[in-house]
């Protein structure tokens, strides 16, 4: 488990992280400035680990950068991975699986202080 | 890494698919719902989106329209074609799922072997290109 690694295709990411940023800088522009609202939050009020990722991404964008940090550390983290991936082109990327999980963990723990269930 | 066992739509054009159907039902359910109030209006709604994506997704073609505009459908992960209209209503409860933790099922496809998304996998389906697994006819 430890030693398998994230079947990840570059190619696709690089497409993801497009419509990432390419959302992050758009939504802010349109009427009434849409957002996605989380399901988990809307219907328990208990954060999801991915909540704050557009507002922290838009922000990113904006080189807001504590706004950006305050809603989601994972957003700035994202904006930068996708720049690079688009960029830097790399031809393979090899991420232990365990980084997953680890990460999900930590946005969790991060949103459920930043919402006071911690 | 690990590939795939065959080719597989890409996210953007799953995303596309996504935004296409969920407009449209979107309009629908907005209509619905503003000429039947209350919560007859929104079962009705719901009674749509089932039919629309136990019927089209689980049919022959597996194509709801916006699947069919971006030329992928969903087929059948261990013996190929369609996967019918009971696990095609299951995957459409399954969205859910997939869709409480801020979307976080969708994205799963992104690093998954087979990229499936999680109700993919409740499902037990794949979505594929046209271009690889043509469809016959439409809807199927």
């Known amino acids: 488990m430890l030693e398998r690694r994230l079947a990840l295709d570059l190619h696709e990411l690089r497409g993801a992280g497009a419509a990432m940023l390419a959302a992050g800088a758009v939504l802010p522009l349109l009427p009434g400035h849409p957002g996605i609202a989380c399901p988990l939050r809307r219907a328990t009020g208990v954060p999801c680990p991915l909540c704050g990722m557009t507002t922290s991404v838009e922000a990113t964008l904006r080189l807001h950068v504590h706004a950006a940090l305050a809603a989601n550390p994972a957003g700035a983290a994202a904006v930068l991975v996708a720049l690079a991936l688009l960029v830097v082109r790399p031809r393979r990327l090899h991420v232990p699986f365990a980084v997953l999980p680890a990460a999900l963990a930590a946005m969790w723990l991060f949103e459920l202080h930043r919402y006071s269930f911690l | 890494m690990a590939e795939p066992s065959g080719p597989r739509a890409t996210f953007l054009q799953r995303l596309g698919a996504a ?15 503003a000429a039947i109030n209350g919560t007859v209006g929104s079962l009705l709604a719901l009674a749509v989106g089932i039919v629309y994506y136990g019927r089209l997704e689980g049919g022959a073609s597996g194509q709801t329209l916006g699947k069919r505009a971006l030329g992928i459908r969903v087929y059948d992960l261990a013996s190929g074609g369609p996967i019918g209209t009971s696990r095609g209503i299951l995957r459409y409860f399954a969205r859910i799922l997939s869709a409480i933790p801020c979307f976080l099922g969708y994205f799963w496809m992104l690093w998954d072997d087979e990229k499936q998304t999680w109700h993919d996998k409740i499902a037990g389906s794949v979505v594929v290109p046209v271009s690889a697994y043509p469809v016959a006819n439409w809807p199927g």
């Open chain 2, 19 to 33: 935004l296409i159907d969920g407009i449209l039902l979107g309009i629908v359910a907005a209509i619905l719902e």
